[in-house]
């Protein structure tokens, strides 16, 4: 079964690089389970607004130059009908798509980083093209 982009993904998918589309569609249909993009390009409005919350700490995002996602995962984990927000943000199921995310991006010769590896700033939801691969 192919899993297809549910229209939120797909606006939010507008404007990413195309290395990293290439990434998502390949993790999309590796993964166990479904998964959303909740941001991509941002504008510079909007990533100062998350600098002012305390949601990113920097105004060097790669989300400014579509060369960054964020995702999450879509399991009902209580089995309740309805997926909140302690299931889309539950650390495991971030732990179990990193490897495939990163296999997907090394079948089709590219590179990724996940926020979830930081050493500090911990971001699950985050991957995004490196710098060095991307300037």
């Known amino acids: 079964m192919t899993r297809q982009w549910d ?5 939010r998918l507008q404007g990413i690089h195309p290395d990293l589309r ?4 390949a993790a999309l249909q590796a993964a166990p389970f479904p998964f959303r993009v909740t941001e991509g390009l941002r504008t510079v409005e909007r990533q100062k607004h998350l600098v002012a ?3 990113s700490t920097t ?4 989300h400014l130059t ?3 996602v ?16 302690e299931e889309m943000y539950h650390w495991p199921l971030y732990h179990q798509l ?3 995310v990163k296999t997907a991006a090394k079948g089709l010769g590219l590179v990724i980083e996940w926020g979830g590896d ?7 939801p985050h991957w995004q093209l490196p710098w060095g691969a991307y300037p």
């Open 118 to 124: 930081w050493k500090s700033f911990k971001d699950g």
């Open 53 to 55: 919350i305390g949601a």
């Open 7 to 11: 229209s939120t993904s797909l606006a």
């Open 59 to 62: 105004m060097r995002s790669r």
């Open 22 to 25: 290439r990434i998502m569609d």
């Open 66 to 68: 579509g060369h960054a």
């Open 70 to 85: 964020d995702i999450i995962p879509l399991v009902d984990l209580d089995r309740d009908g309805t997926i909140e927000a």
């Open 98 to 100: 990193a490897p495939l």
